[in-house]
């Protein structure tokens, strides 16, 4: 299968053969047609599946077809995400994408300026990315009309709602047309997620792609247990141990991101951190300086680094496991992306056990388990398993074995079907058609 015989026109199609694009990926086998054809989707497809592209190739293709001439503050096609960076990343994605077709597109956000948007927005964009607070902020100010929009896209939907965007959602949904087609992209699909789709999505294609970033074959998984507070003394030993070029990390909090940073810097190591107390010009600066390679050492918390793509990273660290199971996932998908191998290591402690234990059985595998010389835990970490079982009482430690783990080998460049493990997500249930829009916030807020 080719793009051509997906139905794409020929600008598109050189824009992919400029990226390098050969194959389509699932994802977008099944929705490039399912868009071109004007269906609404409902898609469990995350980060790493090709999904951007997805939604974004034939929703161009339509845009540059179909449709009036954008008018004055009016926006033809939205595409909302989560986070500023996930805007920046979808955004340039786009804009690849539509380098040879005569569209206006624009990425707004907050935490910046919002005048410079105000002035861009008025003399209209075909296709708007946004996240869901500022673009109201543009709404209510009169910036933005939607009497234009043709289309919605609602990437990382389970993110927003985890982020408490549920209200603003509802009130963006309000100042829609009814009559427009609408897209759906979300990693889970919790009863929230249904509710949402229920109230958004007319008579929706569903589409499942099984994440691919948990295939085993391509990420390279395992863990080490230690006590909870030599785990910076611990991943700067592996560091130098394992020689690591670049390293994406994970800390549950902004305090543990920034500790962990001041640690690292302190030894010299070129290390920079995101999270969502920093200003988003740091933000994206340590992010932009990181994917340059110019900053060996990421720490981020799960919503700053939601969703990032960074081409080639070879490793992710856990320094600390994430609170909610599925975001494992999501960080390891941070590696062995588009056909190359990674690894992912995570630092376990004792008090960590029972989000291993969630993690070993959405991911229906046990971790392999090391334990680093010098580093054996006096709080031992209890045995758990696939099943959920956490084996309270501790075995007789056994003999350290010497750590291994080295880097696998790297297929980079075109995208390979990896032939995927079992899914991890539920599969799909019929959306649910409810009367009223009620997704409460939700609390995390890491
Ligand atoms: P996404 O899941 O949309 O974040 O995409 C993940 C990565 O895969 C991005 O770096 C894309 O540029 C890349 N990618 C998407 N589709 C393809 C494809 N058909 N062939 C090669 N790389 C792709």
New binding site residues.
């Given amino acids: 299968m080719t793009f051509a015989t997906l139905g794409l026109i020929e600008p598109l199609l050189r824009s992919l053969e400029t990226?390098?694009?050969?194959?389509?990926?699932p994802v977008?086998a099944q929705a490039i047609p399912a868009v071109l054809a004007g269906r609404d989707l409902m898609a469990a497809a995350?980060?790493?599946?090709?999904?951007?592209?997805?939604f974004a190739l034939p929703l161009l293709q339509l845009l540059a077809m179909e449709g009036p001439k954008v008018t004055a503050n009016s926006v033809r096609a939205l595409i909302l995400v989560p986070t500023r960076e996930l805007a920046e990343q979808v955004h340039e994605?786009v804009r690849q994408y539509a380098e040879n077709l005569p569209l206006r597109t624009y990425a707004v956000y907050g935490g910046v300026s919002i005048n410079p948007q105000m002035m861009k927005l008025r003399s209209g964009v075909d296709l708007l990315v946004a996240t869901p607070g500022r673009l109201l902020d543009l709404f209510r100010q009169n910036a933005l009309k939607f009497n234009q929009l043709q289309t919605l896209v609602l990437d990382e939907a389970d993110r927003m709602l985890d982020l408490g965007f549920s209200e603003e959602l509802a009130n963006i949904y309000r100042a829609l047309p009814k009559k427009r087609q609408t897209l759906l992209f979300s990693a889970t699909f919790s009863d929230d997620i249904r509710l949402l789709a229920g109230q958004m999505l007319n008579d929706p294609l569903t589409v499942e792609v099984s994440p691919r970033n948990v295939a085993a074959n391509t990420v390279k998984q395992w863990i080490v247990t230690v006590d909870k507070k030599r785990k910076p003394e611990l991943f700067v030993h592996l560091m130098r141990k394992g020689k690591w070029k670049q390293v994406l990390v994970f800390a549950k909090t902004r305090n543990g991101v920034d500790a962990l940073v001041e640690k690292l810097q302190g030894l010299g190591i070129n290390a920079d951190g995101i999270h969502g107390d920093k200003p988003q010009a740091t933000r994206q600066r340590a992010l932009d300086r990181f994917k340059a390679s110019e900053v060996q050492i990421l720490v981020a918390t799960d919503v700053a680094a939601r969703?990032l793509?960074i081409?080639d990273l070879p490793l992710v660290v856990n320094f600390d496991l994430p609170i909610v199971a599925e975001d494992y996932i999501h960080r390891i998908g941070r590696t062995g992306?588009?056909g190359s191998t990674g690894e992912a290591i995570s630092l376990v402690c004792a008090d960590e056990v029972n989000l291993l234990s969630a993690i070993e059985m959405l991911t229906r595998q046990t971790l392999k388990r090391q334990s680093e010389p010098d580093f054996e835990p006096e709080h031992r970490v209890p045995d758990t398993d696939a099943s959920g079982q956490v084996v309270k009482k501790p075995k007789k430690p056994k003999k350290p074995k010497a750590s291994g783990g080295g880097g696998g080998k790297r297929n980079l460049g075109?995208?390979v079907d990896s032939g995927e493990a079992a899914p991890v997500e539920p599969s799909i249930k019929p959306v649910r058609k409810v009367p009223v829009f009620n997704t409460g916030p939700r609390k995390r807020k890491p």
């Fill in positions: 990226l390098g694009y050969q194959t389509p990926t977008q995350q980060t790493g599946t090709g999904k951007t592209a997805g994605a969703g793509d081409e992306r588009a075109k995208w």
